[in-house]
């Protein structure tokens, strides 16, 4: 398999104060490549700069330094103009934790769904488009004629989330970046939601990467899971490499500190 | 044994113009002394409703419509509620409230915070109170110095075991916890929950009613779990029986859409599906069973006639047709 995404020597620093200066590295140096085709996850705690690792690859905030390469093509310094970020979103696009602010609320779904549509760089007609979103709609689970006209308030938050995934159904980009994708979704609508995800690569072979810090998702759903830490990957392997046999004593103890269903810490 | 609180039909609504949200529907639950009940179910079941009507907490548009709450034998619901609350709450029953990292205000020490909170509920004196409240510091293992400090130079899992330490000041009957782990981080939580159940171990509250979406973080301290789906009570057991062999449909999807790191969840996940469908509106909650449009099993009955609690093995209850016929 090839390598689609490679990240080098990723690094983002934030700077805070105007007089007294101080330095918060939130991403340090961190290196990893992801193949065409995998569920990889990066999984850590609140702070650990998973997001931010997410919103560099996405292209949403400029890196400190490194190098974020997809295709062979470094995002930050090979991507000119307008038709090269067209591609580049086309190809790579982020589902987000909380699909109650990702959405305009004054816009209707269908206008939304449209949106998409500006990515693609062939015309198509109404007809078309109106086919393809339908289309998109169903694979996710939701009936078009009941969400098409609403506006996201209308909807519930698992409805909301499958919108966000329909969209990604119909761009079919060849990366997918889902930041959290399930932690704002009931535990009974989860596993639906994850399932979709499984589809997705199933049927486009989308490439995902999951942001989560979530270690049970990220051992039922990847192939690879990276772990977290202060900025830094402390741990990377197969779910059943981290989850039975982990090296890192940071992994050791986040792993005793998830609650299990069949053991209890007390008795 | 004597119960806690016991509630015998219990009906809240929350009383809206386009209609009344059955939040609370008919919920007999009994707790006994030295019990920590979790009350399981997804969002918007009625749990959290539940233990604001338990602390007596009804601002409109939230409203007792009947049924009988007693509390250490006394039933509460007969006398005025503002005088009921003033004989229970913080005493009988404390809350520890959802959005509890924001609980305290921001701008006052912590020992002034709790010395208001507890002067206005026993009249005691403010350094008798600090002392009180520096000693359970002491007991729950919170440095005393976090008393002389701001909430917001207190990090979450502190804030969050600062809270727990006042709602058991004045020793308490019953101690509510509504989610009281849910914004913390995997390892802060640990910490939290160790901190509950030394309360209940050492026997600063008689009981603990834990409130959580989270199987798998409530079952690690309770002894009894309850799961509620659309206002009701679905299943009432022991927490191991019921880990290991739900009986009502919705609680088995419950367990199975859970997602731990263990080898034998992974499996079973593999193996069977999430639920369809979604929980219902609970201003027209379906007829008969409330689970009965996305329950795998559903029959003729169910979507006529509300299924009766009953008990199936000892302690063990359940409300669905599948086990009233047997």
């Not at chain 2, 509390?71 to 006394?74: A, K, L, P, Q, V």
């Given at each position: 398999m090839s390598t689609i995404l490679e990240v080098k020597n990723l690094a983002k620093i934030y700077e805070i104060g105007y007089i007294r200066k101080r330095q918060i590295v939130a991403v340090d140096k961190v290196s990893f490549s992801v193949k065409k085709g995998e569920?990889?996850?990066?999984?850590?705690?609140?702070?650990?700069?998973?997001?931010?690792?997410?919103?560099?690859?996405?292209?949403?905030?400029?890196?400190?330094?490194?190098?974020?390469?997809?295709?062979?093509?470094?995002?930050?310094?090979?991507?000119?103009?307008?038709?090269?970020?067209?591609?580049?979103?086309?190809?790579?696009?982020?589902?987000?934790?909380?699909?109650?602010?990702?959405?305009?609320?004054t816009h209707r779904i269908r206008d939304f769904m449209y949106r998409a549509f500006n990515l693609f760089n062939e015309?198509?007609?109404?007809?078309?488009?109106?086919?393809?979103?339908?289309?998109?709609?169903?694979?996710?689970?939701?009936?078009?004629?009941?969400?098409?006209?609403?506006?996201?308030?209308?909807?519930?938050?698992?409805?909301?989330?499958?919108?966000?995934?329909?969209?990604?159904?119909?761009?079919?980009?060849?990366?997918?970046?889902?930041?959290e994708p399930t932690s704002m979704i009931d535990a009974t609508l989860r596993l639906g939601i994850l399932r979709l995800f499984s589809k997705l690569r199933?049927?486009?072979?989308?490439?995902?990467?999951?942001?989560?810090?979530?270690?049970?998702?990220?051992?039922?759903?990847?192939?690879?899971?990276?772990?977290?830490?202060?900025?830094?990957?402390?741990?990377?392997?197969?779910?059943?490499?981290?989850?039975?046999n982990p090296k890192h004593e940071y992994t050791r103890n986040l792993l005793d500190s998830i609650p299990k269903l069949y053991t209890s810490w007390f008795k | 044994m004597g119960y806690v609180v016991e509630t015998i039909d219990l009906r809240a609504y929350y009383m809206l113009r386009r209609g009344s949200v059955k939040a609370v529907d008919g919920v007999n639950l009994k707790i006994g002394e030295r019990e920590i009940v979790g009350v399981v179910g997804e969002s918007g079941c009625g749990k959290s409703t539940l233990s604001r009507v338990l602390a007596l907490d009804f601002i409109p548009p939230l409203k007792l419509v009947g049924g009988k709450i007693i509390?250490?034998?006394?039933d509460v619901t007969s006398i005025p509620i503002s005088e009921a609350r003033k004989r229970i709450a913080g005493t009988k029953i404390s809350l520890i409230p959802q959005s509890?990292?924001?609980?305290?205000?921001?701008?006052?020490?912590?020992?002034?915070?709790i010395a208001d909170v507890v002067k206005e509920k026993t009249g005691l004196p403010r350094e008798k109170i600090v002392d009180m409240a520096r000693k359970r510091f002491e007991e729950i293992g919170l440095p005393p110095i976090a008393l002389?400090?701001?909430?917001?130079?207190?990090?979450?899992?502190?804030?969050?075991?600062?809270?727990?330490?006042?709602?058991?000041?004045?020793?308490?009957?019953?101690?509510?916890?509504?989610?009281?782990?849910?914004?913390?981080?995997?390892?802060?939580?640990?910490?939290?929950?160790?901190?509950?159940?030394?309360?209940?171990?050492?026997?600063?509250?008689?009981?603990?009613?834990?409130?959580?979406?989270?199987?798998?973080?409530?079952?690690?301290i309770a002894t009894r779990i309850v799961v509620m789906y659309a206002g009701k009570i679905v299943e009432d057991g022991p927490t191991e029986d019921l880990i290991h062999n739900p009986f009502h449909p919705y609680s088995k999807a419950l367990m199975f859409s859970i997602l731990t790191p263990e080898p034998e969840v992974r499996k079973r996940v593999e193996q069977t599906g999430g639920i369809a469908g979604e929980p219902p509106s609970l201003i027209n909650p379906p007829p008969g069973c409330r689970f009965h449009p996305r329950c795998p099993y559903a029959m003729d009955v169910c979507r006529r006639e509300e299924p009766p609690m009953i008990e199936v093995e000892k302690g063990r209850f359940v409300a669905c047709w599948l086990y009233a016929k047997k």
């Open positions: 569920i990889i996850s990066l999984v850590g705690e609140s702070g650990s700069g998973k997001t931010t690792t997410a919103r560099m690859i996405l292209r949403l905030i400029k890196p400190t330094s490194g190098v974020i390469k997809f295709m062979g093509r470094d995002i930050w310094r090979d991507l000119r103009g307008g038709s090269d970020l067209r591609w580049y979103w086309r190809n790579v696009n982020g589902v987000f934790q909380d699909p109650f602010s990702s959405f305009n609320p015309k198509l007609d109404r007809d078309t488009k109106e086919r393809l979103v339908r289309e998109a709609l169903q694979m996710v689970g939701l009936i078009p004629d009941e969400v098409l006209n609403r506006r996201p308030f209308e909807l519930s938050g698992g409805m909301r989330q499958r919108v966000m995934i329909a969209r990604i159904f119909l761009i079919r980009p060849m990366l997918v970046i889902a930041d199933e049927e486009i072979g989308t490439t995902i990467m999951f942001i989560t810090h979530d270690m049970g998702l990220a051992y039922y759903i990847s192939d690879r899971i990276m772990v977290m830490y202060r900025g830094k990957i402390i741990e990377e392997g197969t779910p059943d490499e981290i989850v039975n | 509390i250490d034998g006394e509890a990292m924001n609980a305290i205000i921001p701008v006052t020490r912590v020992k002034d915070y002389d400090m701001y909430p917001f130079e207190l990090s979450g899992g502190m804030r969050q075991r600062v809270l727990i330490a006042l709602a058991t000041l004045l020793n308490p009957s019953l101690l509510i916890a509504d989610e009281p782990t849910s914004a913390l981080d995997v390892s802060t939580q640990k910490m939290v929950l160790t901190t509950l159940y030394n309360v209940f171990k050492m026997g600063l509250t008689k009981s603990i009613m834990f409130i959580t979406h989270d199987i798998a973080t409530v079952r690690q």
